[in-house]
């Protein structure tokens, strides 16, 4: 099995779910590029801080794009820990993660695991687990969470973001975060790929600006775009001795 991005963060957050080509390079990355698995891990605690706002918001389903595998700490976890009856669905297009994140899930009729593009939206709205886990008549949180790193500008990521803002009810949250334009983390590439280490991870970096414009129309509750750590740490942990240093960001906006 190739190695994979989502099991590559999986050995990142000491998960159990990845295989030893994953580790191998998954040890590459890190030799060329030693900050990123720090970053997997700020992203994990994001998601919790992120998922508790939303369900503080009265959020009560959520749609899980490119959600990789739902291990330890992910949305279904936060979520359900503070209202057993939220629903969540993840969706990646990846199906060598199907059999590993509905064994994740098993057992819990809250929550599934979808197959699907992104991109082809129909996938997912027509989907039987869909249909069954989310109702977009309410107001639905739709995460994507390093999502468009992978979206290439021909892939119109602008326009993928603005279907799923379109369907959404009023009421309703987009979270949104990417890897911006990192001079540290070019280095690295280039170094991966001098060191002939293998076929690295394709990723597309933007400016804190182009992701500000993924949003749209719908408004951005406080404290904006930020850099990861300073999404409403609640910890001096989460917030990062240089918090502002840190070119992975995040946003959460409120359709109105």
Same mark, same amino acid.
């Given at each position: ?134 109702? *977009? $008549?309410? /107001?639905? %949180? ?6 468009? =790193?992978? @979206?290439? !500008? ?50 597309? *970096? $933007?400016? /804190?600006? %182009? ?6 129309? =719908?408004? @951005?509750? !406080? ?34």
């Amino acid at each position: 099995m190739r190695p994979n991005i989502a099991r590559i963060r999986d050995f990142w957050l000491e998960g159990s779910h990845n295989t030893p080509d994953d580790r191998k390079l998954a040890q590459a990355i890190e030799l060329c590029a030693p900050h990123i698995p720090y970053l997997v891990r700020a992203q994990r605690s994001l998601i919790r801080r992120l998922v508790a706002y939303l369900v503080e918001q009265g959020i009560t389903q959520f749609l899980d794009l490119g959600s990789g595998l739902p291990t330890n700490g992910h949305v279904h976890h936060v979520a359900q820990a503070l209202n057993s009856a939220t629903r969540v669905l993840y969706v990646d297009a990846d199906p060598t993660l199907a059999d590993d994140s509905r064994m994740l899930i098993d057992g819990n009729d809250n929550a599934a695991f979808l197959v699907a593009d992104v991109r082809e939206p129909r996938q997912i709205f027509d989907a039987p687990e869909f249909t069954r886990l989310i109702d *977009l $008549r309410e /107001p639905v %949180a739709v995460l994507m969470i390093e999502l468009l =790193l992978h @979206l290439p !500008d021909e892939d119109d990521p602008a326009g993928v973001v603005a279907h799923y803002a379109d369907v959404m009810a009023p009421g309703s949250h987009l979270a949104l975060s990417h890897f911006c334009e990192d001079e540290q983390l070019l280095e690295g590439f280039q170094m991966f790929d001098r060191m002939m280490l293998g076929d690295r991870p394709v990723v597309n *970096l $933007r400016s /804190p600006q %182009a992701l500000t414009g993924f949003f749209g129309d =719908l408004e @951005l509750v !406080d404290p904006g775009v930020v850099p990861v750590p300073m999404w409403r740490p609640e910890s001096e942990e989460d917030a990062d001795r240089n918090p502002e240093q840190v070119q992975m960001y995040v946003g959460v906006a409120r359709k109105r």
